[in-house]
């Protein structure tokens, strides 16, 4: 597109801020009265007019004002709107929230998302932390009734899996140990590709169990490997945009329906840095559910030993500079915590 003029800039900065604080159709006159611009409307209208032919607004219907497009708020996200920063007492109180959790982790994603979701007033979903690369801990084998054994899986940074298996026949619990002692020694310390490399001649249950080991660790490598934490989607719902039934049913999924969030994370946040933020705009062209949405994300973590995904999702009409300084204020300030709690245990 072609490049904009220091007052078609402006212009576009002034209708996207008043259209994200008010949700109507900004016209040039309002625009000239609020803002005490020192142009006449007829200029205004006229670069809304061009700033419209190059597809950084549109006009909801005949005699309206303008509204952002999505192209129109990617420019002001990358170009117009800067770096910006939550204020400094905001900060304080949000590290003294998470000094007061202590370091249960568990509570740092619900305060996580909370936090997220009130600073935004948006949704926010945080997934727990987990090793970027899973490896190898401990495997416990208990047998509890007939064919049934519960398989323990610890990996190194803590994250642990159960699972109940059942036997082709009977086995007792000497044997599960015994089993379970051979693996211990032979994997201790090996991540999938180590293990798929591994050349082992195992007995039948040694070799069943030692697949689902495996198949255990691979899905742990994936971004929502554990528990996904949500906040805020009431917020979301409320605001005008979603009084259509159709803009509600799709938030929902994407809020609530897992390989949907597993894919969008996947393809976005696995590609970034941890602490870079990501923001994806009406889908991007690729989500059809997000075409009415955006979403602002980041990883937290230390890359290499265990990292996280958090965000914000919210109507495309959101305040991108206070959602985006919160998301990387809240990773940078989960990374620190992170990286204290599990460094030691890589």
């Given at each position: 597109?072609?490049?904009?003029?220091?007052?078609?800039?402006?212009?576009?900065?002034?209708?996207?801020?008043?259209?994200?604080?008010?949700?109507?159709?900004?016209?040039?006159?309002?625009?000239?009265?609020?803002?005490?611009?020192?142009?006449?409307?007829?200029?205004?209208?006229?670069?809304?007019?061009?700033?419209?032919?190059?597809?950084?607004?549109?006009?909801?219907?005949?005699?309206?004002?303008?509204?952002?497009?999505?192209?129109?708020?990617?420019?002001?996200?990358?170009?117009?709107?800067?770096?910006?920063?939550?204020?400094?007492?905001?900060?304080?109180?949000?590290?003294?929230?998470?000094?007061?959790?202590?370091?249960?982790?568990?509570?740092?994603?619900?305060?996580?998302?909370?936090?997220?979701?009130?600073?935004?007033?948006?949704?926010?979903?945080?997934?727990?932390?987990?090793?970027?690369?899973?490896?190898?801990?401990?495997?416990?084998?208990?047998?509890?009734?007939?064919?049934?054994?519960?398989?323990?899986?610890?990996?190194?940074?803590?994250?642990?899996?159960?699972?109940?298996?059942?036997?082709?026949?009977?086995?007792?619990?000497?044997?599960?140990?015994?089993?379970?002692?051979?693996?211990?020694?032979?994997?201790?310390?090996?991540?999938?590709?180590?293990?798929?490399?591994?050349?082992?001649?195992?007995?039948?249950?040694?070799?069943?169990?030692?697949?689902?080991?495996?198949?255990?660790?691979?899905?742990a490598s994936k971004v929502l490997a554990g528990e996904v934490y949500r906040d805020g989607l009431s917020q979301v719902l409320a605001e005008p945009e979603f009084e259509e039934a159709n803009f509600t049913r799709n938030a929902l999924r994407i809020f609530e329906e897992r390989p949907l969030l597993?894919?969008?994370?996947?393809?976005?946040?696995?590609?970034?840095?941890?602490?870079?933020?990501?923001?994806?705009?009406?889908?991007?062209?690729?989500?059809?559910?997000?075409?009415?949405?955006?979403?602002?994300?980041?990883?937290?973590?230390?890359?290499?030993?265990?990292?996280?995904?958090?965000?914000?999702?919210?109507?495309?009409?959101?305040?991108?500079?206070?959602?985006?300084?919160?998301?990387?204020?809240?990773?940078?300030?989960?990374?620190?915590?992170?990286?204290?709690?599990?460094?030691?245990?890589?």
């Open positions: 597109m072609s490049e904009l003029t220091e007052r078609q800039k402006m212009i576009l900065a002034l209708i996207i801020r008043d259209y994200i604080d008010s949700a109507q159709p900004v016209g040039s006159k309002r625009l000239v009265e609020t803002y005490s611009l020192k142009m006449s409307p007829a200029t205004v209208r006229n670069e809304m007019l061009a700033l419209s032919d190059l597809g950084y607004l549109r006009q909801p219907h005949t005699s309206a004002g303008r509204v952002p497009t999505e192209e129109g708020y990617r420019y002001f996200v990358g170009q117009l709107m800067g770096h910006t920063e939550l204020p400094l007492e905001t900060k304080r109180t949000i590290v003294h929230q998470f000094y007061q959790a202590g370091m249960d982790v568990d509570r740092w994603m619900r305060l996580a998302a909370s936090v997220l979701a009130h600073q935004s007033q948006a949704a926010s979903l945080v997934t727990a932390p987990h090793s970027e690369r899973a490896i190898f801990k401990h495997l416990e084998l208990i047998g509890t009734r007939g064919r049934q054994v519960l398989m323990v899986l610890v990996l190194s940074g803590g994250e642990v899996s159960q699972q109940m298996l059942t036997l082709a026949e009977p086995v007792t619990q000497d044997r599960l140990s015994e089993a379970a002692q051979l693996l211990n020694a032979l994997l201790n310390g090996l991540d999938t590709e180590s293990f798929s490399s591994l050349s082992m001649k195992l007995d039948a249950l040694e070799g069943d169990i030692a697949r689902l080991v495996m198949d255990d660790m691979r899905q597993e894919d969008l994370l996947n393809r976005t946040v696995l590609s970034s840095q941890a602490g870079g933020v990501q923001v994806v705009i009406g889908g991007e062209g690729t989500w059809e559910e997000l075409r009415n949405f955006s979403m602002v994300l980041s990883r937290y973590g230390s890359p290499g030993i265990v990292t996280g995904t958090l965000g914000v999702l919210g109507p495309i009409r959101m305040p991108y500079g206070r959602t985006i300084s919160t998301v990387r204020f809240v990773a940078s300030l989960l990374s620190e915590l992170v990286e204290d709690k599990f460094a030691d245990q890589i």
